[in-house]
């Protein structure tokens, strides 16, 4: 079995729908919601860029559970009213008042980027705003610009500390993406946990169990029932592992560490909220806004030496890196940013897998807004 037969494979019993034809839907969709028609074109763009680069667990897949859900339960508003709290001359402030995070997080990152532009660096923060999707996608917003850049956020609580089992921190993602002189960026973005929500309802939807180890419960032991986990996560009685695992014997220490960086930074320098303020609910369990924090940062890199040198050098360790000894085994070494590009190589020729499931929520999409739209598997 050839690589491309063993990645179609996984996605047996998907059908394959192009990208445009998802956009539109969800462009159209967001529209129908209430959302502005130039931010749901942009929402759109940033969803579709998640399912092109092979993250399925942030793409059209997050569109009804994530954002339509909460539109129609009061607590997400369609409309982003965008209030600059504070800016000088490299840094800002800016409350997002409980609209798209997508849409507040472009105009951040943008800010951040001009700044940097005039003074080398910039660095953006929001606070009250709700999930922004693929953190990569803002930071690949500076590679583009011939820049380093780093986002990160806070979100409802999923991670248990080390020694702990209750859900104290997000998944909090430490992004980063610096420009290179191959066909890709250099993109490391993930959560600071083992694994994330996203990825478990992208398990629950191809109907598979965990491996041990992602996810614990209230007496420390390892669960594996996807469909009850997503249940537990939101009351409270299972809990994410920060990376590393639970304990400290394989480093999880580290990755709550770096969570706690996250919440901190996400939180902290925009008065913005934290921890079990993130949890969705009020005290009379009435669900409410998630009002997350983000921060955005970008660096000229011409600011300290040539773009095409340093974008060669970064190359050229990411080469080194993948020219180096395989384990037993192992055929391959990749490099942060690079199964993304191979997926879009594969994607852009097939299509986006779309599995049962997320037809299904489409479908349930297409009636609660009567958009006349049939759909490829049909």
């Known amino acids: 079995m050839t690589a491309t037969d063993a990645y179609a494979a996984q996605y047996a ?3 394959w729908v192009p990208f445009d034809f998802l956009e539109a839907f969800m462009r159209r969709t967001l529209e129908a919601a209430g959302v502005p028609a130039e931010d749901a074109a942009l929402i759109g763009e940033v969803l579709i860029e998640s399912d092109r ?3 399925d667990s942030h793409g059209i897949g997050r569109l009804k559970p994530i954002y339509i859900d909460r539109i129609r339960d009061g607590i997400l508003s369609p409309a982003t009213t965008i209030e600059v ?3 000088r001359k490299t840094t800002a402030v800016l409350d997002g008042h409980n609209g798209m995070g997508h849409v507040v997080s472009v105009k951040a990152m943008q800010m951040a980027i001009d700044k940097a532009r005039e003074h080398g660096m910039g660095m953006v923060a929001v606070r009250n705003s709700t999930h922004y999707g693929i953190a990569g996608y803002y930071a690949t917003m ?9 986002t990160g956020t806070n979100a409802r609580p999923s991670i248990a500390p080390t020694f ?5 921190l997000g998944t909090n993602p430490l992004t980063v993406g610096i420009p290179t002189d191959e066909p890709f960026p250099f993109c490391l973005d993930c959560a600071t946990s083992i694994t994330q929500r996203g990825k478990i309802e992208h398990y629950a939807r191809m109907g598979k169990s965990l491996p041990e180890g992602w996810v614990i419960d209230a007496q420390g032991r390892a669960r594996t029932d996807t469909e009850q986990v997503l249940v537990d996560l939101t009351k409270g009685l299972a809990a994410l592992a920060p990376l590393g695992g639970p304990g400290e014997d394989l480093g999880g220490y580290k990755g709550y560490g770096y969570a706690t960086v996250v919440e901190i930074l996400s939180a902290a320098l925009q008065d913005g909220a934290y921890l079990k303020a993130l949890n969705g609910f009020d005290e009379a369990g009435k669900k409410i806004p998630y009002p997350l924090g983000h921060f955005f940062i970008a660096i000229s890199v011409e600011e300290f030496i040539d773009l095409e040198r340093f974008q060669a050098i970064s190359g050229d360790i990411l080469r080194q890196l993948r020219a180096s000894t395989k384990a037993p085994g192992c055929e391959r070494i990749y490099t942060p940013g690079e199964k993304e590009f191979l997926a879009w190589e594969h994607r852009k020729v097939h299509g986006c897998p779309v599995p049962p499931a997320l037809q299904k929520d489409m479908a349930t999409l297409r009636t609660w807004y009567g958009l006349e739209v049939a759909f490829p598997w049909e």
């Not at 500076?142 to 820049?147: P, S």
């Not at 702990?164 to 104290?168: Q, R």
């Open 13 to 15: 019993d998907c059908a």
């Open 164 to 168: 702990g089992v209750e859900n104290m």
């Open 142 to 150: 500076a590679t583009r610009a011939g820049m380093i850049g780093l």
């Open 53 to 55: 680069r092979g993250i």
């Open 85 to 87: 709290v504070r800016e």
